[in-house]
């Protein structure tokens, strides 16, 4: 994919097919990026803006996601409130139904509130996730019940035990967990296809699909566009995978 987006224009095409360029080019890049397009077309420039709306959609999406599902699954798991291994059951039941099914209902919803169109209905669907909660919850379970008691007795309450003793016991699991959601938003291509009609409002995914209807044959610029959005998530994951490795593999707590 690399080799290819420097490849010259065309030269990917012919045969027998080369695997490195004849000579490296910026020009798929350039274009991409930076290069107005003709009078009347819906881009002042290809891609910026899609990367820039898909940043802020992802950031939001997993700060929004961390606030409402860790809590929450911290409640599950330690916490005893009536209903909660019923709703607990429910949560699970859902995960069987497939999110395409609710896309329908949901569209409908989202316009009589009037969110169509807009990044808050791309935003809000995906901000309490049940798997979210249910990983957070498992994690949980983990730490012992004798820590938070003996928090109890000494007098903290509820926000303060979850700040200051279990938060920092999950750090790992919320990092990956943050990776996880930031991953989601970022890749997700039907449903802000659904719900986006501006094409100014457009998240990279479906920018790049825009793209790639235009520009089918030009595989050196495709390959261009599929670096561009794959760059920041690898560079992100990079970053992190220290924590992303303790938090799948660390199966107890210490402490």
Do not use: C
């Given at each position: 994919?690399?080799?290819?987006s420097f490849m010259p224009r065309g030269e990917s095409s012919t045969l027998p097919t080369p695997l490195w360029p004849s000579r490296w080019s910026w020009e798929n890049?350039?274009?991409?990026?930076?290069?107005?397009?003709?009078?009347?077309?819906?881009?002042?420039?290809?891609?910026?803006?899609?990367?820039?709306?898909?940043?802020?959609?992802?950031?939001?999406?997993?700060?929004?996601?961390?606030?409402?599902?860790?809590?929450?699954?911290?409640?599950?798991?330690?916490?005893?409130?009536?209903?909660?291994?019923?709703?607990?059951?429910?949560?699970?039941?859902?995960?069987?139904?497939?999110?395409?099914?609710?896309?329908?209902?949901?569209?409908?919803?989202?316009?009589?509130?009037?969110?169509?169109?807009?990044?808050?209905?791309?935003?809000?669907?995906?901000?309490?996730?049940?798997?979210?909660?249910?990983?957070?919850?498992?994690?949980?379970?983990?730490?012992?019940?004798?820590?938070?008691?003996?928090?109890?007795?000494?007098?903290?309450?509820?926000?303060?035990?979850?700040?200051?003793?279990?938060?920092?016991?999950?750090?790992?699991?919320?990092?990956?967990?943050?990776?996880?959601?930031?991953?989601?938003?970022?890749?997700?291509?039907?449903?802000?296809?659904?719900?986006?009609?501006?094409?100014?409002?457009?998240?990279?995914?479906?920018?790049?699909?825009?793209?790639?209807?235009?520009?089918?044959?030009?595989?050196?610029?495709?390959?261009?566009?599929?670096?561009?959005?794959?760059?920041?998530?690898?560079?992100?994951?990079?970053?992190?995978?220290?924590?992303?490795?303790?938090?799948?593999?660390?199966?107890?707590?210490?402490?």
């Amino acid at each position: 994919m690399v080799v290819v987006s420097f490849m010259p224009r065309g030269e990917s095409s012919t045969l027998p097919t080369p695997l490195w360029p004849s000579r490296w080019s910026w020009e798929n890049y350039y274009e991409l990026l930076f290069r107005r397009q003709i009078e009347g077309a819906w881009w002042d420039y290809r891609i910026v803006p899609a990367l820039l709306n898909s940043l802020g959609i992802a950031a939001i999406s997993t700060i929004l996601g961390l606030l409402l599902t860790v809590p929450a699954g911290y409640a599950y798991a330690k916490l005893r409130f009536r209903g909660r291994e019923r709703l607990l059951q429910w949560l699970i039941a859902s995960l069987v139904v497939p999110g395409q099914v609710a896309m329908l209902p949901l569209f409908l919803i989202f316009k009589e509130l009037g969110l169509v169109n807009s990044y808050a209905g791309v935003i809000l669907p995906g901000l309490a996730g049940i798997f979210a909660i249910l990983f957070v919850r498992q994690a949980t379970l983990a730490i012992p019940d004798e820590m938070i008691d003996a928090a109890r007795i000494d007098g903290a309450g509820e926000a303060r035990i979850f700040v200051s003793i279990v938060l920092p016991l999950l750090t790992p699991i919320v990092v990956t967990l943050a990776l996880f959601m930031f991953l989601g938003s970022w890749n997700d291509f039907l449903w802000p296809l659904i719900v986006l009609a501006d094409q100014h409002l457009y998240t990279l995914p479906v920018a790049v699909a825009a793209i790639a209807r235009e520009h089918a044959a030009d595989g050196e610029l495709m390959m261009a566009a599929a670096v561009v959005t794959t760059m920041p998530v690898l560079l992100l994951f990079l970053a992190l995978q220290r924590y992303y490795l303790t938090g799948l593999l660390g199966g107890s707590v210490k402490g």
